[in-house]
């Protein structure tokens, strides 16, 4: 009888474990680790809140626009339908009407160039961001910053070799805007009665100058063209505050420091696509800015590398009291794109822009070759570490100049031939010189090389005659 029962108990038992068993393979394979069902011939789980969103978009995304427009899942809708957003000189509900005498505009530093490469790593790139995702103003250290997202910014120059950033602080931004003067913030002086003096060398980005004057602070002021400041000036008991754009805008030089002294880097088209890596910049103070590095300017997002703890508390407090922060969304979007930028050590990323801004470059000197009217500013070619082969440089802009004596406003004699352009005195600069972007769209730049080799082609006419 003792026998029978233990033999019952072990069946039960082994019943039991038999049960449990195809329990949790119907659980964990059948439907899924969360309980989400699956495919009948995958191992992958069926969507389910996000499935709706990815239609969505791939839906959105699939409108042609023929092919001179844009449909955007935050877009307008008409009838249910969302609207197409056409490229410059292209109109119409679905961008096919054509303007035949439409400028060329070469005025925003816009990065659309870099659309193509995003658009073959759709897969790679996506983000589904679920309603709930990350509502707190903090993460759960009870920082505002990602850590994930810093380990893939010091990865990414560790990578390229553009900057030292092993035992650096790393401070997030709204692009860099933000972050050039939280700078200047951070290192002027806490003396009212002799504020810092703010300078850069002239041709300089003009946001230096704008954004100073416009916050009207007592600790510092724009003083101007360090050059002409420093022939009139000694820096002995002078607090100085120096902009350094390397490689600069618009002209694409490869800058140093001046005065030497307290000094910002602006380091925004430092990396491979415009110019040669010569090595790590090693300052005190670097700032970068997605939109140069992947093209996404909308997402708004910098980072500067600073090496003095109190300087860093000060760029971190100016960020914490203007916003709590950046948008954890935006983080999360950095963090896919870096991820992708890294894939294959950077080169699918670096090579495909670098070939791209190369072409242009190489088009657009032939065409100005033949100008005695135009001129460009001089490339020079310099060893690149991270592609290990001496090149020219790709910088983002054409600095051109008007060479006869009558064009005093190259501005003006490049818009008669239907060429917008951004005048040299925006960069305290004289208007015998002019800024073409490079960097927009395919069809943006076919179109300004269009009317180049028109103006060119005119030079002994009348350009007013056209």
Known sequence: MGKTKKYCYGLCLLISVAINILFSINLYVGEGQ?????????????????????????????????????????????????????FDCYGGSDCSELSPECFADADSG???????????????SAVVISGWHRMSYRYADYTTMSKELENY?????????????????????????????????????????????????IPFYPMYKEQTTFFNSESFEFEGDT???????????????????????????????????????????????????????????MI???????????????????????????????ISIADLGISKDTQLRVLKLLKVAVEGYGKPLFEFAYNTMRERWDRLTSVLSKSTRFSIQKRHPL????????RLASPAYAWVKCEREEDDDCGVVLEAGKII?????????????????????QYDFELLLKRLTELVSHENGSIATM
């Open 288 to 318: 970068f800015t997605l939109s140069k590095l992947t093209g996404h300017a909308g997402t708004r997002f910098g980072w500067a590398v600073i090496k003095d703890k109190d300087i860093y508390e000060k760029v971190l407090n100016y």
């Open 421 to 441: 352009g951004r005048a040299g005195s925006i960069f305290s600069a004289k208007d015998r010189y002019t800024r073409l972007s490079l960097i927009k769209s």
């Open 34 to 86: 969360w309980g989400e069902k699956k495919h009948e011939d995958s191992c992958q789980p069926v969507l389910s809140w996000s499935e709706k969103a990815a239609a969505e978009a791939e839906a959105v995304a699939a409108i042609s626009c023929s092919g001179h427009g844009r449909a955007y899942v935050d877009g307008l809708v008409f009838e249910g339908q969302p609207v197409c957003e056409c």
């Open 153 to 201: 910014i010091h990865k990414i120059h560790l990578l390229v070799g553009n900057a030292v950033t092993e035992g650096r602080y790393i401070v997030f931004g709204i692009g860099s805007t933000q972050l050039l003067n939280a700078a200047v913030y951070a290192l002027s002086s806490n003396k009212t009665s002799s504020p810092s003096n703010v300078l850069a060398s």
């Open 383 to 390: 060893h690149c570490n991270f592609f290990n082969e001496t």
């Open 110 to 124: 816009d990065p659309v160039f870099l659309e193509p490469f995003w658009m073959q790593h759709a897969t790679e």
């Open 227 to 285: 050059y002409s400041w420093q022939s009139n000036n000694s820096t002995n008991n002078i607090d100085v505050i120096e902009f350094v754009t390397s490689p600069n805008n618009p002209d694409g030089e490869l800058k140093k420091s001046v005065l030497g002294g307290k000094t910002i880097y602006d380091h925004a088209y430092y990396w491979p696509h415009f110019t040669q890596i010569t090595g790590p910049s090693d300052h005190d103070l």
